[in-house]
């Protein structure tokens, strides 16, 4: 079976296996954002005047500054410290614990919402989702840095010599460099899918996904690309993001068994009846 047709298969039966899973689906991600605006109302913000506002014009910088203390104390400290320490314990977990309620759906297996708080049964997958999302985040901005490095040395280069043709490459470079690092860091897509099964470790989830991965950065963001549609529709309308987003970690899911050969064989069900 061709990629494109293999592409079409994953998309339609996670769509397929979704039927009946859409109520849970939403529940859950209510539930996610209840908790995290229940975490980040610890957070000591102030309501700005009617005149800041208006002075701030459309400065999204000036704007966002606006809601920050006007005095930074030991308690504002804390505040932000203890907001950044239950982000981390609870939203890190909660994240692996999507990753496998979805995981149930795309195998066609019968998802419970509990299945996404599974994972504070115990305190190992509790570090272990903080660990493996820590090592996705660092390896991730690393190589991100690096691809950045040459454009942000040519502009310098271009700020210096006043050239009026480098600005163009930089703008080039910029976005090669972009689309590099959008194809790199998708190495590590399917680490948290992988560790929600409970079967490796963190870094050897991470390590899985990047061999999974070998030779296929292509085909995934391909995967990525053919959702473009959604994320324009989910720009204009946000509350239909709950259905592009379950939709897209159920395909992902799919996929990871794409990419372990577990389905879409020569002689599979899934490719004869996309066919």
């Given at each position: 079976m061709d990629?494109?047709?293999?592409?079409r298969?994953?998309k339609?039966?996670a769509?397929?296996n979704m039927?009946g899973?859409?109520i849970?689906?939403f529940?859950l991600?209510?539930a996610?954002?209840?908790?995290?605006?229940a975490?980040?109302?610890?957070?000591?913000?102030?309501?700005?005047?009617q005149?800041?506002?208006?002075?701030?014009?459309?400065?999204i910088?000036?704007l966002?500054?606006?809601?920050?203390?006007r005095?930074?104390?030991y308690?504002?400290?804390?505040?932000?410290?203890?907001?950044a320490?239950?982000y981390i314990?609870?939203?890190c977990?909660?994240s692996?614990?999507?990753?496998?309620f979805?995981?149930?759906?795309?195998?066609?297996?019968?998802?419970?919402?509990?299945?996404?708080?599974s994972?504070?049964?115990n305190?190992k997958t509790?570090?272990?989702?903080?660990?493996?999302?820590?090592?996705?985040?660092?390896?991730?901005?690393?190589?991100?840095?690096?691809f950045?490095?040459v454009?942000?040395a040519?502009?310098?280069f271009?700020?210096v010599?006043?050239?009026w043709?480098?600005?163009w490459?930089?703008v080039?470079l910029?976005?090669?460099a972009?689309?590099?690092s959008v194809?790199?860091?998708s190495?590590y897509?399917?680490?948290?899918?992988?560790?929600?099964?409970?079967?490796?470790?963190?870094?050897?989830?991470?390590c899985?996904s990047?061999?999974?991965m070998?030779?296929r950065?292509?085909?995934?963001?391909s995967?990525r690309a053919?959702?473009?549609l959604?994320?324009?529709?989910?720009?204009?309308?946000?509350?239909l993001?709950?259905i592009?987003?379950?939709?897209?970690q159920?395909?992902?899911?799919?996929?990871?068994?794409?990419?372990?050969?577990?389905?879409?064989?020569?002689s599979s069900?899934?490719p004869q009846?996309?066919?």
């Amino acid at each position: 079976m061709d990629k494109t047709n293999a592409r079409r298969a994953i998309k339609m039966i996670a769509s397929r296996n979704m039927q009946g899973n859409w109520i849970k689906s939403f529940l859950l991600f209510i539930a996610i954002s209840v908790i995290q605006m229940a975490i980040l109302s610890f957070l000591p913000l102030r309501l700005p005047l009617q005149e800041e506002i208006v002075a701030a014009g459309e400065d999204i910088i000036k704007l966002l500054m606006l809601f920050l203390p006007r005095e930074i104390t030991y308690r504002t400290i804390a505040s932000y410290a203890v907001t950044a320490v239950l982000y981390i314990l609870v939203m890190c977990p909660l994240s692996v614990g999507t990753c496998a309620f979805f995981r149930k759906i795309a195998k066609g297996e019968k998802a419970r919402l509990r299945d996404a708080f599974s994972v504070f049964a115990n305190l190992k997958t509790i570090f272990g989702s903080i660990w493996l999302n820590f090592l996705v985040l660092l390896i991730s901005s690393f190589w991100v840095f690096l691809f950045m490095l040459v454009p942000v040395a040519v502009e310098v280069f271009a700020i210096v010599v006043e050239s009026w043709l480098l600005p163009w490459l930089v703008v080039v470079l910029l976005i090669g460099a972009s689309v590099l690092s959008v194809l790199w860091v998708s190495r590590y897509s399917f680490a948290l899918y992988i560790y929600a099964e409970g079967n490796l470790g963190p870094f050897a989830s991470l390590c899985e996904s990047i061999r999974l991965m070998n030779h296929r950065l292509g085909e995934c963001l391909s995967l990525r690309a053919s959702y473009f549609l959604w994320d324009i529709v989910c720009y204009f309308f946000p509350p239909l993001s709950f259905i592009y987003s379950a939709l897209f970690q159920t395909a992902y899911a799919k996929y990871l068994e794409y990419l372990r050969g577990e389905i879409f064989t020569p002689s599979s069900e899934a490719p004869q009846q996309e066919q």
